[in-house]
């Protein structure tokens, strides 16, 4: 197997489902889950995941690119790595899921679910990310990068997005996330059903949820925006230098959760409205019945604007800059 990507579009098994080249080992798991084992020891282990989304193509190209690298056995391997595309359904039709949004189901939340392919597959992902992890001795280096587009345009085109973490983030990951040309970090404060909160809560990895830009169809993706974050993967996986960024990410932690509760709910922002654009204290920001959401600090960014989530899940983020922190670095 070369094209990793294909081989899932193709919904076929691979004959081998095993194989290796000079540089490593490869073992298919099940479709869109494949493992890349170096020949050399090592104790860095690092899951790395796109498509969950199956309309969000551009980081799935990215990550295919440096796929078929190593499996032409033309870079060395440094890390054992596992490789997800999250949603092969999805991805065939280019639709963001099937019947559910995956990534709110994450740490047995699927259970709630009515069986649906994003349920059962959610169940695989937690099972496939248990079994690699397990198998590693003494790993150091925990890490689960989670490729993702935004829906919409943002002030920040590239940010990442930290899940609840009640340990102190290792500096050679901050290191790698300002790397990968992210221009803003956003600190989850709360639990959430998302991939990279189930890595970072159950196996103590460094994860991130990557937003790389605005989602677009196979094929018409502009990749040279991505540049910084592709070579930030390459360094991480071939054991080149990292790219060199002078810009340190700003920093956003999130203040409160808009959620849609009921069909009654009004998002009083448009189509239109970018990620993080900032909004006045005591703008009315939705309403659900009785309910209202309004900006409680002096200045809020919204984050994930979406009115048309099911009821129950998350129809935006409201964030507020981390000052103290961004004064420290210096930006
Ligand atoms: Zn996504």
Same mark, same amino acid.
Request: proline share 6%.
């Given at each position: 197997?070369?094209?990793?990507?294909?081989?899932?579009?193709?919904?076929?098994?691979?004959?081998?489902?095993?194989? +290796?080249? =000079?540089?490593?080992?490869? !073992? $298919?798991?099940?479709?869109?889950? &494949? /493992?890349?084992?170096?020949?050399?020891?090592?104790?860095?282990?690092?899951?790395?995941?796109?498509?969950?989304?199956?309309?969000?193509?551009?980081?799935?190209?990215?990550?295919?690119?440096?796929?078929?690298?190593?499996?032409?056995?033309?870079?060395?391997?440094?890390?054992?790595?596992?490789?997800?595309?999250?949603?092969?359904?999805?991805?065939?039709?280019?639709?963001?899921?099937?019947?559910?949004?995956?990534?709110?189901?994450?740490?047995?939340?699927?259970?709630?679910?009515?069986?649906?392919?994003?349920?059962?597959?959610?169940?695989?992902?937690?099972?496939?990310?248990?079994?690699?992890?397990?198998?590693?001795?003494?790993?150091?280096?925990?890490?689960?990068?989670?490729?993702?587009?935004?829906?919409?345009?943002?002030?920040?085109?590239?940010?990442?997005?930290?899940?609840?973490?009640?340990? +102190?983030? =290792?500096?050679?990951?901050? !290191? $790698?996330?300002?790397?990968?040309? &992210? /221009?803003?970090?956003?600190?989850?404060?709360?639990?959430?059903?998302?991939?990279?909160?189930?890595?970072?809560?159950?196996?103590?990895?460094?994860?991130?949820?990557?937003?790389?830009?605005?989602?677009?169809?196979?094929?018409?993706?502009?990749?040279?925006?991505?540049?910084?974050?592709?070579?930030?993967?390459?360094?991480?996986?071939?054991?080149?230098?990292?790219?060199?960024?002078?810009?340190?990410?700003?920093?956003?932690?999130?203040?409160?959760?808009?959620?849609?509760?009921?069909?009654?709910?009004?998002?009083?922002?448009?189509?239109?409205?970018?990620?993080?654009?900032?909004?006045?204290?005591?703008?009315?920001?939705?309403?659900?019945?009785?309910?209202?959401?309004?900006?409680?600090?002096?200045?809020?960014?919204?984050?994930?604007?979406?009115?048309?989530?099911?009821?129950?899940?998350?129809?935006?983020?409201?964030?507020?800059?981390?000052?103290?922190?961004?004064?420290?670095?210096?930006?």
């Amino acid at each position: 197997m070369q094209d990793f990507l294909q081989q899932t579009l193709s919904g076929e098994t691979p004959q081998p489902q095993s194989g +290796e080249n =000079p540089q490593l080992r490869w !073992q $298919w798991w099940d479709e869109g889950i &494949l /493992e890349l084992t170096p020949h050399q020891p090592t104790r860095q282990a690092i899951v790395i995941s796109a498509g969950l989304h199956g309309n969000e193509t551009a980081p799935v190209e990215i990550l295919n690119q440096l796929m078929t690298q190593l499996l032409k056995g033309e870079k060395a391997l440094v890390p054992r790595i596992l490789v997800i595309l999250g949603n092969p359904a999805a991805l065939r039709a280019d639709k963001r899921y099937i019947r559910c949004d995956i990534n709110r189901m994450f740490g047995g939340r699927w259970q709630q679910y009515e069986d649906c392919p994003e349920a059962r597959r959610a169940w695989r992902l937690e099972q496939a990310m248990e079994t690699f992890w397990q198998a590693g001795d003494h790993v150091e280096v925990c890490w689960h990068i989670d490729l993702h587009t935004a829906i919409r345009g943002s002030y920040h085109p590239r940010f990442g997005v930290l899940p609840l973490n009640q340990r +102190e983030w =290792p500096e050679n990951f901050m !290191q $790698w996330l300002s790397a990968a040309g &992210l /221009e803003a970090l956003v600190f989850h404060r709360a639990p959430a059903g998302t991939f990279t909160h189930y890595s970072c809560e159950h196996f103590n990895a460094a994860s991130c949820t990557l937003e790389l830009g605005k989602a677009q169809p196979f094929g018409e993706n502009d990749l040279s925006q991505f540049a910084a974050a592709k070579q930030a993967l390459a360094s991480l996986l071939f054991g080149e230098p990292l790219p060199q960024n002078e810009e340190t990410p700003r920093r956003y932690r999130v203040s409160q959760q808009i959620t849609r509760s009921s069909d009654a709910f009004i998002l009083h922002m448009n189509a239109e409205t970018l990620n993080f654009t900032a909004f006045p204290q005591g703008t009315l920001l939705a309403e659900d019945g009785e309910k209202r959401y309004y900006v409680q600090q002096a200045r809020e960014y919204v984050l994930f604007p979406n009115p048309h989530v099911a009821p129950g899940l998350r129809a935006g983020l409201m964030l507020v800059e981390d000052n103290a922190h961004n004064k420290t670095t210096g930006s």
